[in-house]
């Protein structure tokens, strides 16, 4: 699956909360957020649907994945080709700077429990 570029995903969010909006409603969104041109909000639409993640209906746009199996993806391919699929190594990079709070350790460790249990953080 490709990725998506930073204002492509702000089109992506706009479908993900409005399942079914129009191009127009979208450009008006954008317009008023973002300040962005007509032609802008249409290419970036374009782009997305030739990446095949969004589908166009005669009821609106919708996303052809969810928001969760996106970022899934997403965050596997970051793990897999940024950090040679170690998700150790993602882990200590991103926590280089950062401390955990207590709330943040014991879910980390719920998950990592149910993830041994039943291989699966759900």
Same mark, same amino acid.
């Given at each position: 699956?490709?990725?998506?570029?930073?204002?492509?995903?702000? !089109?992506?969010? !706009?479908?993900?909360?409005?399942?079914? !909006?129009?191009?127009?409603?979208?450009?008006?969104?954008?317009?008023?957020?973002?300040?962005?041109?007509?032609?802008?909000?249409?290419?970036?639409?374009?782009?997305?649907?030739?990446?095949?993640?969004?589908?166009?209906?005669?009821?609106?746009?919708?996303?052809?994945?969810?928001?969760?199996?996106?970022?899934?993806?997403?965050?596997?391919?970051?793990?897999?080709?940024?950090?040679?699929?170690?998700?150790?190594?993602?882990?200590?990079?991103?926590?280089?700077?950062?401390?955990?709070?207590?709330?943040?350790?014991?879910?980390?460790?719920?998950? !990592?429990?149910?993830?041994?249990?039943?291989?699966?953080?759900?």
């Amino acid at each position: 699956m490709e990725t998506l570029s930073d204002a492509e995903s702000r !089109i992506a969010r !706009i479908v993900w909360d409005q399942p079914g !909006i129009s191009s127009m409603d979208v450009w008006h969104l954008c317009e008023e957020k973002y300040g962005w041109k007509k032609s802008t909000v249409f290419t970036l639409i374009r782009r997305i649907r030739e990446k095949e993640l969004l589908l166009p209906q005669r009821s609106g746009l919708t996303m052809s994945v969810s928001r969760e199996e996106y970022y899934h993806q997403k965050s596997r391919k970051l793990v897999e080709e940024d950090f040679n699929d170690s998700l150790g190594d993602f882990i200590t990079s991103y926590m280089k700077d950062r401390k955990l709070s207590t709330d943040e350790t014991q879910q980390l460790t719920a998950l !990592i429990a149910r993830i041994s249990e039943n291989g699966t953080g759900e």
